[in-house]
Nanobody, 129 residues
Framework: QVQLEESGGGLVQAGGSLRLSCAASGRTLNVFNVISMAWFRQAPGKEREFVACINWNGADTSYADSVKGRFTIARDHAKGTMTLQMNSLKPDDTGVYYC???????????????????WGQGTQVTVAS
């Protein structure tokens, strides 16, 4: 089974940038190359929400309206990693960021929480005003 681990979170001033990474590992690591991946986030007292997704080959991506134009999702099959470049950060971007693996093969990009079956532990992003 694939395991996911996020890294790269931290404290940043508004307007700053962070780059999150999600590393896949496990005995079925080849699965990583055929599934869709996504980033979600959860702010204190709020529900987990979709941030960005990417299909198996990176040709299809999608973003939440709140991050469109500021965040960029990418993946590297050779390294078994997915990244989220976050620029022009705002205090509203604060939360725990999770990466997730889709249940189905990833010809398309998925956005619903129920479409994902494996999640990382999350990495905290705090944007100070």
């Amino acid at each position: 089974q694939v395991q996911l681990e996020e890294s790269g979170g931290g404290l940043v001033q508004a307007g700053g940038s962070l780059r999150l990474s999600c590393a896949a590992s496990g005995r079925t690591l080849n699965v990583f190359n055929v599934i869709s991946m996504a980033w979600f986030r959860q702010a204190p007292g709020k529900e987990r929400e979709f941030v960005a997704c990417i299909n198996w080959n990176g040709a299809d991506t999608s973003y939440a309206d709140s991050v469109k134009g500021r965040f960029t999702i990418a993946r590297d099959h050779a390294k078994g990693t997915m990244t989220l470049q976050m620029n022009s950060l705002k205090p509203d971007d604060t939360g725990v960021y999770y990466c997730a693996k889709s249940r189905e093969y990833g010809r398309t990009c998925y956005r619903a929480i129920g479409d994902f079956d494996i999640w990382g532990q999350g990495t905290q992003v705090t944007v100070a005003s």
